[in-house]
């Protein structure tokens, strides 16, 4: 496991506007981190909704909109960490029993907002599965990105059983990245994640931007379009400092300096 010493600063609330919180001590349920020293630029967001499990209710979606939206503006954030600060859990899904309480206008701009959220942080199709064994259908993207994923046949024995899977058999099936084992502080998960960021953090940030557009804007489209799309990002990252820096470093066979210009 790999552990970096860093220094750590309190977590804050980035409270959204018009909505309040229904936890228990009448905090926010997303926080933020911003680590320092050699993880400066990583930035946590710490999901704390113990009593549901972290289920995505309107004052959960509310705030982590709310957060996604001012970090997106912050330009000192080069990597960004989703954790959980219950202890067993990462995020349980929907919150079924809050669902049940809304009018059918209600579930359907809610589940929209869901949606936003879910492309906002290009998160797995994973969340929505076992809502079918209550009698839900995924709303979240689920029947969009798990085909994506992992392909028609299996997407669909996956959506219609409703079937959960371990992390293990996640990672089998190509659906996450990395499966770890667990530790004595319950945190590997974390770890992982982390030592993933740090590998992330010193690329030249632009570059890594541009890339994100590309891959995610080209698998919406066919080969020769995507193709296209990859040489608009390409273009707008020639001109840029890091890219002449980076040749620069390469030349001089010393590692680069990137400052995100």
Known sequence: MLRVLCLLRPWRPLRARGCASDSAA????????????????????????PRARNALGNVFVSELLETLAQLREDRQVRVLLFRSGVKGVFCAGADLKEREQMSEAEVGVFVQRLRGLMNDIASSAIMGLIETTRGLLPGAGGTQRLPRCLGVALAKELIFTG???????????????????????????????????????????????????????????????????EGMCYAQNIPTRDRLEGMAAFREKRPPTFVGE
Do not use: C
């Not at 680590?35 to 909704?49: F, H, S, Y």
């Not at 089998?172 to 992330?200: K, P, S």
């Not at 030249?204 to 804007?217: E, N, S």
């Open 26 to 49: 009448g905090g926010s349920e997303i926080q933020v981190r911003a680590l320092a020293g050699p993880d400066q630029g990583i930035t946590e967001i710490l999901m704390n909704r």
């Open 163 to 229: 079937r959960r899977l371990s992390g293990t058999e996640a990672h089998a099936l190509g659906l996450v990245n990395h499966a770890v084992a667990q530790n004595e502080e319950g945190d590997a998960a974390y770890h992982r994640a982390r030592a993933l960021a740090q590998e992330i953090l010193p690329q030249a940030p632009i570059a890594v931007r541009l890339g994100k557009v590309a891959i995610d804007r080209g698998m919406e489209v066919d080969i020769a379009s995507g193709m296209a799309i």
